[in-house]
């Protein structure tokens, strides 16, 4: 782990945040050894820190390398930002309201809104449906995948729980389904699966629970089912959706 020195703790930490180019609020910072003034000159011995990027800025970081590789061959597109809020499901139809309809009828439907918003966005895209290893995945093909990931892939979480929650309200029964654009959630589950050994890492190294990024139900799934083999730590999820989170924390009997 990178250690930082200065003559107090907070020179140290200003050097290690200098260093790594981050705020405060992104860093997890741990003091190694007080600084000591020492008597008549002798003894003296300059704070050390550990400064490190949050697990949360690390993944950032991941995931806008993903993003970049695969907008490289469309810098002409400008990459829409919206909100999750900016992005909403379209009022019911009074004339033709969509409910309790039968699996195939409900993905059926689901494609058709998925079309109808990548049209939009001005990123048309050809919508296929496919089944694999148990999840119902649409995947988005468009020569414009930039602006339906978006940056730090917002734009596709967005759609992921717009999808979600269309297929809710026209469903007869429950259905899970992903979102994808490009191999975008093939790299996205590499990045996971690191960063799922890497957060145990941590905790198992601090003795403190995590709190990772907010992220759709399946990619908390992903990391739950990583760490499920690892007897020293446990898992379990905080908040509501869009903005649930996972927490990796010490399992109880390593307290």
Known sequence: MPIYEGATVQEAIQKGLSALSIAKDEAVIEVVEEAKKGFLGMGKKNAR????????EEISEAVEEVVADVTAEDQATPVVELELEEVTVPEEDSRQVLSELEDEAALTQLALYLTNISNELKAPALVKMKREDGLI?????????GILIGKHGKMLNALQYLAQVFIHRVAKNKLSVVVNVGDYRQKRQAILERLAERTAEKVKRTGRPVFLEPMPAFERKQIHSVLSKDDAVQTHSEGDEPYRYLVVEPAKRYY
Do not use: I
């Open 49 to 56: 820190v550990s400064v490190e990027p949050s697990v949360a």
């Open 137 to 145: 995945v649409f995947q988005l093909d468009t020569q414009k995948q």
